[in-house]
């Protein structure tokens, strides 16, 4: 199993612009999340999703949207980059959407937005 | 809505020190989790607590839940270099199912 997988690893861009960040497992998990990480902020819930077709916001949704088409893949989509959106970007997944399993973090994309 | 705040913030500590990291949260929580994250890389699971005043090592670490189930402790006894990375404690509950709340994060160095 490859586990939960992003890319890319990097990316800049230019505010305005947008991208979508890829994510995908191949547990069979039903619950998928994203995570941004700012330095001293922790990790904030950006949007979750609880199976195909059912996504929510979590803590920081605005200029963020998702989509959850199949059960393996989560993409987050930034509409029009800022550079207050310049954070690492974390998907994480578990195989029920209980608080109390484990989750697995993909290695993040790291994005910067000038 | 649920709040986990997390001290200290920073640790510095020579090897073969021990360390603490205390997380408190502002609602009463159905569980809590640890994770660290080593520099560069991902929050990797590390324990689970969901019982009032449990207590659970691994090896150099122990875990403790506090009896009110809205604090948390992770101490590491005689530190090593490995050790060093960001340790975060994530609570579940506060009217959600589906949301752990993360605290900031204590980040260990170790001087060897």
């Known amino acids: 199993n490859a586990g939960v997988t992003q890319t890319p690893k990097f990316q800049v861009l230019k505010t305005g612009q947008s991208m979508t960040l890829q994510c995908a497992q191949d547990?069979?998990?039903?619950?998928m999340s994203w995570y941004r990480q700012d330095p001293g902020m922790g990790l904030r819930l950006i949007h979750y999703?609880?199976?195909?077709?059912?996504?929510d916001q979590g803590e920081v949704p605005n200029g963020y949207n998702v989509s959850r088409s199949t059960t393996e893949d989560f993409p987050l989509r930034l509409l029009s980059a800022a550079p207050s959106q310049t954070s690492v970007y974390f998907c994480?997944?578990?195989?029920?959407?209980?608080?109390?399993?484990?989750?697995?973090f993909g290695p993040g994309t790291r994005l910067l937005v000038l | 809505g649920q709040q986990v705040m997390q001290i200290p913030q920073y640790q510095h500590v020579q090897e073969g020190e021990d360390f603490t990291t205390y997380c408190n949260s502002s609602?009463?929580?159905?569980?809590i989790q640890w994770y660290k994250q080593r520099p560069g890389g991902h929050p990797v699971f590390l324990i689970q607590?969901?019982?009032?005043?449990e207590v659970k090592k691994q090896k150099r670490l122990t875990f403790q839940f506090g009896e009110a189930k809205k604090n948390s402790s992770l101490h590491i006894t005689a530190t090593q270099t490995t050790d060093v990375g960001t340790y975060f404690c994530?609570?579940?509950?506060?009217?959600?199912?589906?949301?752990?709340?993360f605290g900031k994060g204590t980040l260990l160095t170790v001087n060897p």
């Open positions: 547990m069979n998990h039903e619950y």
């Open positions: 999703s609880v199976g195909a077709g059912i996504t």
């Open positions: 994530a609570g579940g509950g506060g009217g959600s199912n589906y949301k752990l709340t």
């Open positions: 994480a997944s578990s195989y029920t959407p209980k608080v109390d399993v484990t989750q697995y």
């Open positions: 607590l969901v019982k009032s005043g």
């Open positions: 609602t009463t929580l159905s569980n």
